[in-house]
C-alpha cells in the first residue's frame, strides 16, 4: 500500500509510484535492510550485501530516481511537471520500508549540475544513468549543522582552488563517487564539484544511530582542483542557491521521514488491533484508541505540509518568487522533524515491551526518525529561518 | 458544561454541535445533495446572474458580510435581518435550491453560487447564530425527513423569516452521549406532552421554535426510542433562561419544558425513529465544523501576523524565545491550513469516508487552538492579563468587538481568545468524539464495548447507577 503522501495523484505518478514501491519490496524490504545495517559494521562494501547494494543502486536509477529534478535533455525527467512533487512522493514511499542511499543529497546535486548547463552534462549522466553516486559535503554552511566543520577554500596560483578542512555529517560520505562541496572561498560561499577519489581527500564512515544509513565525514588536505570545478558563480548568488538546495534536501528528507512515520504508525495500529489484554483487543480501550488518532492527526499534518512545500517548491524557478517554496520547506521539516520523534514514541508505547527488541521493527523507525529530525538542519534551525521574516521593530 | 466523553457513542460516532452552527458557507466536498426540484425550465444563468445583479444593486446595503457571528446579538438588528430575509424571499432569492412546493425556487447549486457571488461585498440578512442553524441545519434535516404537510406549514415561513429555529439537542444529562437523552414527550390523547430540559441551544432567546429530540419510549434500547418535534420557543410551559458564559457573552440558552402541549402534526419524521433523523443533523452540523475550521485558519501571508502584533504590543518582539513562539505557531497554521487543503481533496477522492475525515479537520481545531492560545498569552505576558480599562473588559459581551485602544485591545482580545479557546474541543463533538470517529472509522481500531446499546433505556439509567468504585 502506497503512503499516500499525495491526496490525489495523476495516473502517471501513480505507475510511478506503483513501480518504486514494488521495486522496494522485491530487492529491498526491510529484512535486506537489516542485512545491510549488519554489514555496515564493520566490513566494507564489497562483501554479500555491497553486491546487492550496487544492483539495487543500477535499478534504483533505472526508475528514475535520479533524474527527477533534472531535464530530459540530461536523460531525466518528471511525470507531473513537478518533479519535486515526483520526488517526494517517491521519498515517502523510500522512507516506509527505510531505504539506504543519499536520496535527498543526490537528487540536490542532480538539480544542481542540470542548471550548470552542458558543462558537467558527463558527470550529471552518470548519475542520473547510476554509474556514479553523488552526495553532497555542506559541514555547517550558515548553522546548519552545528558541528559538522566547514571546508575553506583558497585561490591558487594557477586559477584553480585549494580545499582544506574537515566535515562531518555528509550522506554516504565514503560510499560516494562525486561529492558536491559548499565551501567558504575568497569571494564569498562557492561550490565545487570533485571526484572523492582526487588526491587529499580521505572519506570515512561514522557510527550511527540510524543503522539504516551510512553518514561519514569527509577531510580535505590541500585538495587541489580546477576553475572549472567551481558551480554557478561564488558570493551571493550561491548563497541564494544554497538556500534553495537546503529548501529541496529538508522536503525531501521530510518526505523519507512521513513514509518512516505512516509505516510505523500502521504498525502500531495493527498491534492494537490484533494485541489483546483484559479480554479485549488493546486498540479498543481509549488510552490507546485517542493516542492512535492523535498520532494520525499529526501524520495527516505532516503529509499535508510536506506535499504543500514540495508542489510550491518545485513549481517555481529559482529566485525571489522561490521565497514561499522556501518557507514552506522551512515549515514543513521543523513540524515533521518534531513529530516525527513523538509519533516513533507514542507507537513505542503502544507496541509496549516488544518495542524494546532488536528484532521488532520499531527501533530501526525511531532511529531513522531521530537522525531524520536533524538532517540538513534541525527544527530550531528552520524555525530560526522563518523567525528572520519578522521585522524586528 | 456537559461531560467531556464521559460517555460516548461508537453506534454513531456522533459529533454533536453544541449550537455554533454560524457558518452559512460549506465545504463543497461535504455538502450533501439537496432535495428534489420541482421539473420547471431553468432559466439562462447568465440571465439569472444580471437579474441577481440588479436586484442586489437595487436593494442590498454595501458592507461586509455579517451572517451568524458569535457574541451577543441586538434585537433590532434580528428584526432588520428578518424584514431583508423577507425581501429576499419575495423577490425569490431565498431558498434558490430548495423545493418550488415548500417555497424555494428548485435551481440548481450553480444558481446559488452565481446568486452569493454577485452579493459578495453586500450585507445579507444578520439573523444571527440561530440563523446559520435554521437554514443550515434545521430546514435541511426537515427537508429530508419531515412530512410534506409539515414542510409546507414551516419552509415558506423558515424563507421570509418569519420562523427561526434552534436545536433543542443536548441536555444537561446528554452532551456527548445524544443518544442518551432524557427529555420525554407522552402520548396524551391525540397529541404529546413533553417534559424536561434541554441546553446550548445558539440564540434560542430570540428564536421562534426548537427542533427537539425527545424520548417517546423507555422500553427499547436508546437509539430506537427517539422522536423529533418542533416546539414553539413561546408555548405554553417553555422557558428559556440564556447562559451566561465564561467570555460574559450570553448566546446560549437552556430551556425547560414543563407539560408543553404538542401535536402530531408536531412531528418531524416518523414516531420513535428520530435517530435517523439525528444522523442526518449530525452530518449537516459536520460539514459546519470543516468550514468553522477553515476560518480559524490564519491568512497565508506572513508569519502569524497577530502574534507578531502582540509581541510588538508587549515590547517582546525582539526576545528570541518570544520570536521562537511565534514560528512556532507560525509552522503550525501552515500545517493546519495544509491539512485541510489535504482533507479536501481526500473527501472528494473518497465521498464514503468524508464524514470520517471531517473528524480530523475538528479535532486539528480542538487541539491546536488551545495550544494557539496560550502561546498568546505567554507572549503576551502580563498586558494580556490587564490592560486600560477603556478598551472594554473580558467579562463582558459588550467588548467583544471593540477595538478602538490599540495597545490594550490587543491584551484583552488575547485574554478572550484565551477562554473562548476550547470552544473547538467541546462544542460539535468532542476531541474525545473525533478521536473515537478517526480512530475506529480511519484507523479501523475495535470499538469499545457498549454497556447501553443492547438494553431498555430505563435499565441502562438504573445500572448506570450501580458502577462503584474500586476502593468501595
Known amino acids: ?393 | 458544561m456537559r461531560d467531556i466523553a464521559a460517555e460516548h457513542d461508537s453506534d454513531v460516532a456522533a459529533e454533536h454541535d453544541d449550537g455554533d452552527n454560524a457558518a452559512p458557507e460549506r465545504d463543497d466536498g461535504a455538502e450533501p445533495e439537496r432535495e428534489v426540484r420541482a421539473p420547471v425550465p431553468a432559466p439562462d444563468l447568465d440571465e439569472y446572474r444580471a437579474r441577481a445583479r440588479g436586484w442586489i444593486e437595487a436593494n442590498l446595503e454595501r458592507g461586509p458580510a455579517s451572517g451568524g457571528r458569535r457574541g451577543d446579538i441586538d434585537p433590532a438588528a434580528i428584526a432588520a435581518g428578518r424584514a431583508l430575509q423577507r425581501r429576499l424571499y419575495e423577490a425569490g432569492y431565498a431558498g434558490i435550491t430548495w423545493p418550488r412546493e415548500y417555497g424555494g425556487q428548485g435551481l440548481g447549486p450553480e444558481y446559488e453560487r452565481a446568486f452569493q457571488q454577485e452579493a459578495r461585498g453586500y450585507r445579507l440578512p444578520e439573523l444571527g447564530i440561530a440563523g446559520g442553524t435554521t437554514f443550515g441545519v434545521c430546514a435541511m434535516t426537515m427537508l429530508a425527513h419531515a412530512s410534506a404537510d409539515f414542510l409546507r406549514r414551516h419552509i415558506p415561513r423558515i424563507l421570509a423569516g418569519e420562523e427561526l429555529f434552534v436545536q433543542f439537542f443536548s441536555e444537561p444529562e446528554a452532551g456527548s452521549d445524544l443518544a442518551g437523552v432524557r427529555t420525554r414527550a407522552a402520548r396524551s390523547g391525540d397529541g404529546w406532552v413533553l417534559n424536561g430540559s434541554k441546553i446550548w441551544s445558539s440564540g434560542a432567546y430570540y428564536a421562534d421554535w426548537g427542533m427537539c429530540l425527545a424520548r417517546t419510549d423507555w422500553d427499547v434500547p436508546k437509539h430506537r426510542g427517539l422522536t423529533w418535534f418542533a416546539v414553539p420557543v413561546t408555548a405554553p410551559g417553555v422557558t428559556v433562561e440564556r447562559i451566561r458564559q465564561i467570555t460574559g457573552d450570553a448566546e446560549f440558552c437552556q430551556e425547560f419544558f414543563d407539560d408543553v402541549v404538542l401535536g402530531d402534526g408536531d412531528v418531524i419524521g416518523q414516531v420513535d425513529d428520530g435517530w435517523t433523523v439525528a444522523q442526518t443533523m449530525l452530518m449537516f452540523e459536520r460539514g459546519g465544523g470543516l468550514s468553522h475550521g477553515t476560518r480559524t485558519t490564519r491568512a497565508s501571508t506572513g508569519v502569524a501576523p497577530d502574534l507578531v502584533e502582540l509581541a510588538r504590543t508587549a515590547g517582546r518582539l525582539a526576545d528570541p524565545l518570544t520570536r521562537d513562539l511565534i514560528v512556532r505557531a507560525h509552522v503550525d497554521d501552515v500545517a493546519r491550513r495544509a491539512l485541510l487543503a489535504r482533507l479536501g481533496a481526500r473527501m472528494r477522492a473518497d465521498p464514503a469516508q468524508a464524514l470520517h475525515l471531517a473528524s480530523y479537520a475538528k479535532l486539528v481545531s480542538g487541539v491546536h487552538d488551545p495550544i494557539r492560545a496560550d502561546t498568546a498569552m505567554r507572549i503576551g505576558g502580563a498586558d494580556a492579563v490587564n490592560w486600560d480599562a477603556a478598551s472594554g473588559d473580558a467579562a463582558s459581551g459588550d467588548a467583544v468587538d471593540r477595538e478602538e485602544q490599540p495597545g490594550g485591545a490587543v491584551g484583552r482580545r488575547t485574554a478572550v481568545g484565551f477562554l473562548n479557546s476550547r470552544f473547538m474541543s467541546i462544542a460539535g463533538g468532542t476531541n474525545e468524539m473525533q478521536r473515537n470517529s478517526i480512530g475506529e472509522r480511519v484507523l479501523g481500531l475495535p470499538r469499545e464495548p457498549s454497556f447501553d446499546s443492547g438494553k431498555p433505556f430505563r435499565e441502562v439509567l438504573r445500572d448506570a447507577r450501580g458502577w462503584t468504585s474500586a476502593r468501595e
Open chain 1, 1 to 393: 500500500m502506497s503512503v499516500g503522501l499525495l491526496a490525489a495523484v495523476t495516473p502517471e505518478q501513480e505507475l510511478l509510484l506503483e513501480s518504486s514501491s514494488r521495486f522496494i519490496e522485491r530487492m529491498m524490504p526491510l529484512p535486506s535492510v537489516r542485512e545491510l545495517a549488519a554489514d555496515a559494521g564493520g566490513l566494507a562494501a564489497g562483501a554479500g550485501a555491497g553486491g546487492l547494494e550496487a544492483r539495487y543502486h543500477e535499478a534504483a536509477c533505472s526508475l528514475g530516481w535520479f533524474g527527477m529534478l533534472v531535464g530530459e535533455e540530461h536523460g531525466g525527467g518528471t511525470v507531473s511537471g513537478n518533479g519535486l512533487l515526483d520526488a517526494a512522493a517517491v521519498a515517502a514511499e523510500r522512507g516506509a520500508v527505510l531505504q539506504p542511499g543519499p536520496f535527498a543529497a543526490a537528487n540536490v546535486v542532480a538539480q544542481l549540475l542540470a542548471a550548470e548547463g552542458p558543462k558537467h552534462r558527463e558527470a550529471l549522466a552518470r548519475l542520473v544513468a547510476g554509474r556514479a553516486r553523488a552526495t553532497w559535503a555542506v559541514g555547517d554552511v550558515a548553522g546548519l549543522t552545528p558541528g559538522a566543520g566547514e571546508i575553506v577554500a583558497g585561490e591558487d596560483d594557477g586559477g584553480g582552488f585549494r580545499l582544506d578542512g574537515d566535515v562531518r555529517h555528509v550522506p554516504d560520505a565514503a560510499d560516494c563517487d562525486l561529492l558536491v562541496v559548499t565551501a567558504h572561498g575568497p569571494r564569498g560561499l562557492t561550490q565545487f564539484l570533485v571526484a572523492a577519489d582526487t588526491p587529499g581527500i580521505q572519506a570515512r564512515r561514522m557510527a550511527s544511530l540510524d543503522i539504516t544509513r551510512r553518514p561519514g565525514a569527509v577531510r580535505f588536505d590541500a585538495v587541489r582542483v580546477g576553475a572549472d570545478a567551481v558551480l554557478g558563480a561564488p558570493g551571493d548568488a550561491t548563497a541564494a542557491r544554497f538556500e534553495w538546495q537546503v529548501g529541496i534536501a529538508a522536503v525531501l528528507t521530510a518526505a523519507e521521514s512521513v513514509g518512516a512515520m505512516h509505516r510505523e504508525l500502521e504498525a502500531a495500529v495493527e498491534h492494537a488491533r490484533t494485541r489483546i489484554a483484559f479480554g479485549r483487543p488493546i486498540g479498543s480501550f481509549q488510552a490507546v484508541k485517542h493516542l492512535l488518532a492523535d498520532l494520525s492527526l499529526s501524520l495527516e499534518m505532516a503529509k499535508g505540509v510536506v506535499s504543500a512545500a514540495a508542489e510550491a517548491l518545485g513549481s517555481r524557478s529559482l529566485g525571489s518568487a522561490a521565497r514561499d517554496g522556501v518557507d514552506l520547506a522551512h515549515a514543513a521539516k521543523a513540524f515533521v522533524a518534531e513529530h516525527g520523534i513523538e509519533l516513533a514514541h507514542g507507537c513505542f508505547q503502544v507496541f509496549g515491551g516488544v518495542g524494546y527488541t532488536w528484532e521488532h521493527d520499531h527501533h530501526l523507525f525511531m532511529r531513522r526518525l531521530a537522525a531524520d529530525a536533524v538532517a540538513f538542519g534541525s527544527a530550531q534551525w528552520h524555525r530560526a529561518r522563518l523567525g528572520e521574516r519578522i521585522g524586528v521593530g
